[in-house]
């Protein structure tokens, strides 16, 4: 057929308006329509758009992708671009409303609700393999990666990893493997294994680090593994293995532990292990350090704390005379 301008287009006979499109020209007296099909002919392989009457429009790329609805639900103004096996379903659930998400690319991820009158809207899956989105999800969005979901996570996000999982909101996972955060404005980057149920805190690598301080505040771990805090808020382990900051029934405030191996803060705030294994705060406010040494020590030698204060040594700070341990105190 030789090419012909909009308005030369025959009209294809025997054909619903659902497979046509319609072109009018301002400037003619006739509707011209063309087959979609025949428009997108050569594009795509077997691709092809449709929508339907909720303003659903799905893409499928030689794959089984779709949007399912009934009428207890409202599932509008959502969108399925490419890959295959990609659904937006209710799952037999009432009340439910699904509203403006998008799939882009990837395999076998879904939209799905978890519940009864729950909602899950503004939301994205963009390529990957096997996410989900559950109940409550609104305004969140899974980036690459395998096997992740979110179910009741608003404004949260998923990026790369495999077997991520967020509940609660406001919360980033970066990379990893099995990683979790169950609460608030927190996060997980990279690392195995890792659990973060706190607000506002942060764990950081390291593999089965488990931090169980539910509604407490400003928590974290940097790398290590088995690692653990309970009913702690704004304390910290960095590194090592094996440590406990467990208030217990007494909640341990503002302690830490750095290095080291098995050491462990008992419901007493305010306090620090510097590496060493095995080592046990017994009281608040309590530094233990199993072996100090004074790097600069040649430099502290004064016979006095007035030849000391001359030297510079601040008061309370550590000096020696010939050996003998002295505190300026005057």
């Known amino acids: 057929m030789a090419n ?7 009209e294809q006979t025997g054909k619903t308006d659902d497979d046509l499109l319609v072109i009018v020209d301002s400037g003619e007296t006739t509707t011209s329509k063309i087959k979609v099909s025949t428009l997108l002919s050569g594009v795509g392989g077997s691709s ?14 030689r794959g089984h992708s779709f949007i399912s609805g009934d009428s207890s639900n409202t599932m509008l103004y959502n969108f399925i671009l490419g890959g295959s096996g990609n659904t ?7 009340g439910v409303n699904l509203d403006r998400n998008v799939i882009i690319g990837g395999y076998n991820n879904r939209f799905f609700p978890a519940s009864n009158s729950r909602t899950t809207r503004n939301a994205g899956i963009f390529a990957g393999e096997g996410h989900s989105f559950g109940r409550e999800s609104d305004n969140s ?3 690459g990666g395998q096997n992740s979901n979110i179910n009741y996570g608003f404004r949260s996000a998923i990026v790369g990893g495999q077997n991520n999982s967020f509940a609660q909101s406001d919360n980033f ?33 390291g593999y089965d680090n488990y931090l169980q301080s539910y509604n407490l505040n400003g928590n974290g771990f940097v790398g290590g593994y ?20 467990n208030g217990g029934a007494t909640l341990t405030s503002n ?25 046990t705060t017994s009281y608040d406010e309590e530094v233990l350090v199993p072996n100090l040494t004074i790097a600069n020590y040649s430099s502290l030698n004064f016979s006095g704390d007035t030849a000391a204060a001359a030297g510079g040594v601040s008061l309370g700070q550590v000096y020696h005379d010939n050996g003998q341990l002295r505190i300026r105190i005057v």
Do not use: E
Not at 48 to 61: G, V, Y
Not at 88 to 94: I, V
Not at 263 to 273: A, E, K, P, Q, T
């Open 141 to 143: 969005v899974i980036v």
């Open 173 to 205: 996972i970066g990379g990893g493997t099995d990683n979790a955060v169950q609460n608030n404005k927190s996060g997980v980057i990279a690392g195995y294994s890792n659990y973060n149920r706190s607000n506002n805190s942060f764990i950081g690598g």
């Open 255 to 279: 302690s830490a532990i750095v290095g080291g191996d098995l050491g462990f803060i008992s419901g007493h705030s305010r306090s620090v292990i510097l590496g060493g294994s095995g080592l």
């Open 226 to 245: 088995i690692n653990y805090m309970n009913n702690t808020d704004r304390c910290f382990i960095g590194g090592g293995s094996n440590h406990d900051i």
């Open 48 to 61: 092809f758009f449709s929508a339907d009457t909720d303003n659903n429009i799905l893409q499928i790329d």
């Open 4 to 10: 012909k301008t909009i308005p030369q287009l025959p």
């Open 88 to 94: 937006m379903d209710n799952n037999t659930r009432t």
